[in-house]
């Protein structure tokens, strides 16, 4: 693999497989070859518009001695059965997410990639970007202090989910945390490492014959403190937004969407620490405040004297914006994986542990929700 193209056969011909191939396709020695989809229309456009070889059959695809990597974009139901005939046929599997519905198929799909030394991951991008190693570093240095609360609030449009869509059918979908949660998960997984779940709900959605579950919430325990997830899919499309949280002793960072391009801090700094802000978030705005505090900057907060220089609100924004830098996470994506291919020793962002880990929480948390439905 060394001195040659990666070659992708891809399973799935829906607008995100679409989407994910452009990207790819700018990246040189990346080339997809073929697809296949059982809505054999959707293939075939695919097909004529990448000029790709189209498959009826699966294992036809399987059998396909130019495919090096499998790239999975169907539901999730399907995920499990097609990660493993790809890892059993000797094909390196990049797969949306979730890994399948339950930890075990995860587990099972890891260990399978493992024995027969290829690679098997989750696209669990949020880590490829750029904001996401910003707020880690800014964790990791203590700029801000002590980590306190964070929440992570997904106000989604249900515009395009109709109500046979296999997205509310739990034995196809997993359910909420499973299907979209699992980002989140690994998200802040990364950030505050592995938080242990202390309480989970479901709602219905209320006047309907269907049994719809349409907001989650969960809470989990990390080293500090305390972090919610909301999951709500009731809202049109206009109103769709996503923020998350993260409060500390000196200040709070908010981040804005669900693949975020923008941040916000505010927060009571020493010149040192802003000086680090500045260069960790080149070309910000940054307003300073009136210090309410005394002469000497100096403030009492959890029994303690908190010393500071500067009172100010940071904000800086990706603009590249949110479909260019999704784009961009995509190629990371891959770029970081086909690394690994050509070479063992290279560490990735994100591996097949990411996959377990995010499923397992999700599903930890689809079952505590089931004690509480209302």
Not at 199 to 212: F, G, H, T, V, Y
């Amino acid at each position: 693999m060394e001195n040659r193209d990666l070659h992708i056969g891809l399973i799935g011909a829906g607008g995100f497989a679409r989407f994910a191939l452009r990207a790819f396709s700018k990246l040189s020695g990346i080339c997809a070859v073929a697809v296949m989809d059982v809505n054999k229309e959707s293939a075939r456009q695919m097909g004529d518009e990448f000029e790709l070889q189209v498959y009826d059959e699966l294992e036809d695809l399987l059998k396909s001695e130019r495919i090096d990597l499998i790239y999975i974009a169907t539901p999730p139901y399907l995920h499990y059965v097609q990660a493993k005939k790809a890892l059993m046929a000797g094909k390196h599997v990049i797969c949306e997410k979730p890994a399948a519905l339950k930890s075990g198929e995860a587990e099972e799909l890891v260990a399978i990639a493992r024995t027969r030394s290829l690679l098997y991951v989750v696209n669990l991008m949020q880590r490829y970007n750029p904001l996401y190693g910003k707020v880690k570093k800014i964790i990791q240095e203590n700029i801000i202090g002590n980590f306190l609360h964070g929440y992570f609030e997904n106000y989604a449009s249900d515009q395009n989910l109709h109500p046979g869509h296999w997205f509310w059918d739990q034995t196809k979908s997993g359910g909420i945390f499973i299907e979209h949660g699992v980002h989140f998960f690994d998200l802040f997984t990364g950030w505050l490492g592995e938080g242990k779940m202390v309480s989970a709900c479901q709602l219905l959605r209320p006047d309907i014959k269907e049994q719809i579950v349409d907001r989650v919430q969960a809470t989990l325990l990390y080293k500090g403190g305390l972090v919610n997830f909301y999951h709500g899919f009731d809202q049109p499309g206009l109103l769709d937004r996503q923020e998350m949280r993260l409060l500390f002793e000196r200040g709070e960072m908010t981040l804005y969407g669900w693949v975020p391009v923008k941040i916000r801090l505010h927060g009571l700094l020493s010149s040192g620490q802003l000086a680090k802000l500045k260069n960790l978030l080149p070309s910000s705005s940054i307003v300073h405040h009136k210090n309410s505090g005394s002469e000497s900057h100096k403030i009492m907060a959890r029994f303690k004297d908190l010393d500071y220089e500067d009172h100010i609100t940071i904000e800086y924004e990706n603009i590249a914006g949110k479909q260019n830098l999704y784009a961009e996470m995509l190629k990371d994506m891959i770029s970081d994986q086909w690394a690994w291919i050509k070479d063992h020793k290279h560490v990735r962002v994100i591996d097949g542990e990411n996959a377990v880990l995010s499923t397992r929480m999700a599903e930890e948390a689809t079952e505590f929700s089931k004690r509480s439905e209302y």
